[in-house]
């Protein structure tokens, strides 16, 4: 047997024929060996069916016959566009297909079939990196050479982000012209950080790694910085019920739960913390009597009392289980106090939903609200976001701070007793980083790590060491270097970098935890070695760094936590 190659135009395609040619004595082998009778082609396969080439390069191809004993093997190659791909046999069952450097962008279909054209399998090309689909000629380098890459970069160089995050890299390839743009991605350590072929970056756990991109003929690559962290702990607190998201990413609550504010699907208040089985969550908040939690995807889940719409799915009903914010996407933030929630997307801009009684929307007068509406008076600039009971407050991206809703006592910090519906500037706050707001005052950290309060100030919550209201903003004595700040309804909690907790402000309910119930016009520092903290309506919780939750104050209805709803005036450990 001897095998020919006859090359032949048919209706437009150019086909190579393997025809074999046998003499009588070969004649056994058209039969199967056992039955002596013909066997005919059930099947073929081609491998690779899809592939991606770029001008000049070459693709092996194989054909699969079936049934394997088939008598008649004899196949046919051919290409439906010549000019974008040829096709040439090398062997019975294989082929190459060579991309011509003159290969326009776009797509070429390679076709196996047997002699008769009963059977077939394609492989679709797609050709890109030459010139463009108008012939030829077209394309930034005429069609006709190929385009060396000169450089790649990759953004962000650097990036921060959670264990069980991910962050996505962009690589760029230089000249936008270049013929082979592809690229490959590799990490330094895959047991801190992995990376996907679409530059997609997962934090495994903590520690730092290098995200290598290399362009495909080896010669340039850039570099990205990534550190894994341990996500933090989060604590939030509301009236009477607190919230707690631990680093291994499970939600706690406890408390009071006639509302359904602890999520666990019932109103059965629990004085010990019971996991919830919300995942995915990335920072909570409280407000009185409902909750919310912020998703890695960037929605925003509520439940709890709904009677003015806070929990903003549209209704006015309770839920005891979460449920979605209706149309939020892209979130960043949330904050949450008495009846009302807020939200602070990726743009800048602020969304309010809730009670709007006293203007705590900030949209003006009006109706409360039970789906976001944007606050339109703060454009996109806003950094961070507070919310007192009755009260709004936003963070700029120029360090300075607005107000709006209920102004009895101050507590928009504008100089006037005047409530105001949209947000207007706070007097003679700079470099803030974050805000919250308590019953009727507020507090403001600034990025020196030193505290001002303004607002009522009948319990010294505004720790300026008096007892007087206070109309603007004036300095927390005692504490600095602090991080974070939380405010109950008349008292305040800092934490500092060193992880000192200061306390001031009312001691009614022992929620300063020292044993006493004196308060406290000026900041006493309570305890060292502090994780995370949030004040309640009249209670705290804590984490310390070594990993314990401990909470003291009002204990109604087991809001500290402790198995007992007996009030603590210092503070008793926690078990989640």
């Not at 690779?48 to 088939?70: F, M, Q, R, V, Y």
């Not at 079939?113 to 005429?142: E, F, K, L, M």
């Not at 407000?287 to 889940?301: C, E, F, I, K, P």
């Amino acid at each position: 047997m001897k095998k020919i190659f006859i090359k032949h135009r048919i209706s437009g395609y150019y086909i190579l024929m393997a025809v074999m040619v046998m003499t009588l004595t070969a004649c056994p082998l058209l039969f199967d060996e056992e039955t002596d009778k013909h066997v005919s082609v059930s099947g073929i396969m081609l491998n690779p069916s899809t592939a991606d080439l770029t001008p000049g390069s070459t693709l092996d191809l194989t054909a699969t016959i079936e049934p394997a004993k088939a008598t008649d093997r004899s196949i046919v190659w051919y290409s439906n566009n010549i000019a974008r791909a040829t096709i040439a046999s090398t062997g019975a069952l294989t082929a190459k297909v060579t991309i011509p450097a003159s290969a326009t962008d776009g797509e070429v279909i390679i076709t196996v079939s047997t002699v008769d054209g009963d059977r077939r399998a394609d492989c679709r090309i797609t050709v890109s990196g030459g010139g463009n689909n108008g012939g030829n000629n077209g394309g930034n380098n005429g069609g006709n050479s190929k385009v060396a890459v000169t450089k790649v970069t990759v953004e962000p160089s650097s990036a921060k982000l959670n264990i069980g995050e991910t962050v996505p890299l962009k690589a760029t390839v230089e000249p936008t012209n270049a013929t082979d743009k592809t690229v490959a991605w590799s990490t330094s350590d895959a047991s801190i950080a992995t990376v996907n072929s679409a530059g997609v970056v997962t934090g495994v756990k903590a520690g730092n790694a290098t995200i290598t991109v290399t362009t495909n003929d080896g010669g340039h690559k850039a570099t990205c910085q990534i550190t894994v962290t341990q996500p933090e702990v989060m604590l939030a607190a509301g009236f009477t019920h607190s919230l707690a998201l631990k680093a291994d990413g499970t939600l706690w609550a406890w408390g009071f739960n006639e509302d359904g504010e602890l999520g666990t699907g019932n109103t059965t208040d629990r004085a010990t913390p019971v996991k919830l089985s919300l995942t995915g969550v990335k920072a909570i908040a409280a407000g009185y009597t409902h909750s919310l939690a912020l998703m890695n995807d960037g929605t925003v889940r509520a439940w709890g009392k709904n009677n003015m719409g806070q929990l903003g799915d549209g209704s006015n009903t309770n839920r005891n289980a979460p449920v979605q914010v209706s149309g939020l996407t892209n979130v960043k933030a949330i904050a949450a106090a008495g009846d009302f929630s807020l939200a602070l997307k990726n743009d800048g801009t602020v969304w309010a939903w809730g009670r709007n009684g006293s203007g705590e929307l900030g949209i003006g007068s009006g109706a409360n609200r039970n789906t976001p509406v944007q606050i339109t008076g703060l454009s996109n600039q806003v950094v961070a976001i507070g919310a007192g009971v009755y009260h709004g407050l936003a963070v700029m991206n120029d360090g300075t701070a607005r107000s709006w809703g209920a102004n009895p006592n101050g507590e928009l910090g504008n100089g006037t007793q005047t409530w105001t519906y949209t947000p207007g500037p706070v007097s003679s706050i700079s470099g803030a980083s974050a805000i919250t707001g308590g019953l009727n005052h507020s507090i403001a950290l600034l990025s020196s790590g030193q505290v001002r309060a303004w607002g009522r100030n009948d319990y010294g919550q505004l720790g300026d060491g008096t007892k007087v209201n206070k109309l603007t903003p004036v300095s927390v004595l005692s504490i600095t270097g602090a991080k974070a700040i939380s405010t109950g309804e008349y008292h305040a909690v800092a934490l500092t970098t060193g992880g000192d907790l200061w306390v001031w402000g009312s001691n009614m309910y022992a929620q300063l935890g020292d044993g006493s119930s004196n308060d406290r016009p000026t900041p006493y520092k309570l305890l060292t070695g502090i994780g995370a903290m949030a004040a309640g309506g009249h209670h705290v919780v804590i984490y310390k760094t070594n990993g314990e939750f401990w909470a003291w104050g009002r204990n109604t209805y087991g809001q500290v936590g402790d198995g007992s709803t007996q009030t603590r005036n210092s503070p008793v450990k926690i078990t989640l």
